[in-house]
């Protein structure tokens, strides 16, 4: 067998593309389209045998389905008499189902971006592409044949992989990393979380829904990696009440499996006290890193800096100006609206020689209940800037939609310019606030003041004239609250 595989693999096919994108994960994929519909002969790698990349494999949409579908159930079982909906005491969730509605919703998708790529005529090799000199890369076939690529134009987006914790070692069923999670086989009782940031807070949410104790264990004395400390001062107190305890201020020294339990040893960083907790599962959240194994990006002469980022300038290009990286593996946020924006302008600097990211214009949200969501600058941020600003909130309560919804947790906060009113940074903390804040996302672009959002009629009853209502009061009152 061994013979006959080195024997096809010594037959390799050579190809020639205009442009070769190597990862097919939000930024490569929608890359490679957008180079495709430009006119140029594209040509995308991906080793993973299956597009979408982290995003839609093990990421954004893996944890959107459980998130939406444990929120459903949880929504039915104990927030249903109030509103009149009885007879709900027998309902249960049945997990393999679960986990099968997600698998069906990636299949869907993961399919989706394969015909996207048929329809517009890119070329998609299955294997792992690796460096061979600044033009060319080999990629081992996933059925064995091996693939020499000739480009004129290269851009990677390898993106990236889970940050492991020293000393903890992930064996995907007991210590578990944000892929494990997404597929455990049962519901553990109890659940221990090393971080508290977006992927810790999501998965304690779904599995606290479906009847886990949850510890969230952060190094910080905040949770919410990134959000305005007010915001994750709310979200903390909401989750808090849902169920979820929080260790801040905390550090994990240890976690080891031990038969079909954890024990994980912590330290108050405070006092030094250690605690020892046993958990079923535990699941290390503490951040990604950039994915580079196998590219032997030294061959072309790239270069990556003290956090494996691939260094490369405000255009995207390496030292050599054909090789474009973008994505997670290189600077910025790790988000997959980022990467995807990366991948359009990338394809537009090699057709047109021009493209364009604002970054700082990128939304986050984090899909808990209720959605925690913000772009721009945060209070912090300005102060540390020294720029002078004014603030205007307006809560869900008086919000006559959320009344109607029984969705009346957060608020809407704008941070405007103190004289000119321009809109420093929106943070919501509501119902759908992942989908009110493209307002604010349009509104920053076009350098609105709070004055125009307000002036804006806005459909009543709606969610979103909570939004206009938190403009009006950075420099008026707010007319229902
Ligand atoms: P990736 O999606 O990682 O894709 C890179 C691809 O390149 C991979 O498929 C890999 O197999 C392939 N590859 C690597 N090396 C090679 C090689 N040598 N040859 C061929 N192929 C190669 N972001 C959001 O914006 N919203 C969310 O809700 C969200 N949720 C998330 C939830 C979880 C649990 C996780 C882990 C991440 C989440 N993210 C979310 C982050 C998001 O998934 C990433 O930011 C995004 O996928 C980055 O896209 P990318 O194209 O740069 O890299
Ligand atoms: P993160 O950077 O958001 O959070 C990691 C958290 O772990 C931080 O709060 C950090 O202080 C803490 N931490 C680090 N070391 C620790 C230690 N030794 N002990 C205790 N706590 C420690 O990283 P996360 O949650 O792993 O997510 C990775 C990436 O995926 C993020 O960049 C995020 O943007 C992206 N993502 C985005 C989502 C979204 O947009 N909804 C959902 C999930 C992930």
Known sequence: MLKISRIARRFASTKKAEVLVIGGGPGGYIAAIKSAQLGMNTVCVEGRGALGGTCLNVGCIPSKSLLNNSQIYHTIKHDSASRGIVGTENVAIDFPKLMEAKEKCVKGLTGGV?????KNKVDYVKGWAS??????????????????????????????EVTPFPGIEIDEERIVSSTGILSLKEIPKRLTIIGGGIIGLEMASVYSRLGSEVT??????????????????????????????????TKVISGKRNGDVV????????????????????????GRRPYTKGLNYEAAGLEADNKGRLVIDSEFKTKHPHIRVIGDVTFGP??????????VAAAEYIKHGHGHVNYNNIPSVMYSHPEVAWVGQNEKQLKEQGIKYKVGKFPFIANSRAKCNQETDGFVKFLADAETQRILGVHIIGPNAGEMIAEAGLALEYGASTEDIARVCHAHPTLSEAFKEAALATFDKPLNF
């Open 131 to 160: 460096f061979v000199d600044p033009h060319k890369v080999t990629v081992k076939g996933l059925d064995g044949n091996d693939v020499e690529i000739e480009a004129d134009n290269i851009i990677v987006a390898t993106g990236s």
């Open 216 to 249: 969230v264990v952060e190094f910080q004395p905040a949770i919410g990696a990134g959000m305005d400390d007010e915001v994750a001062k709310t979200i903390q107190k909401l989750l808090t009440k849902q169920g979820l305890k929080f260790k801040l201020s």
């Open 263 to 286: 024990d994980i040893e912590v330290e108050d960083a405070k006092s030094g006290k250690t605690e020892q907790i046993e958990s079923d599962v535990l699941l290390v959240a503490v």
């Open 334 to 343: 790790m988000l997959a609206h980022k990467a995807e924006e990366e991948g």
């Open 114 to 118: 394969e015909m996207l790529f048929k």
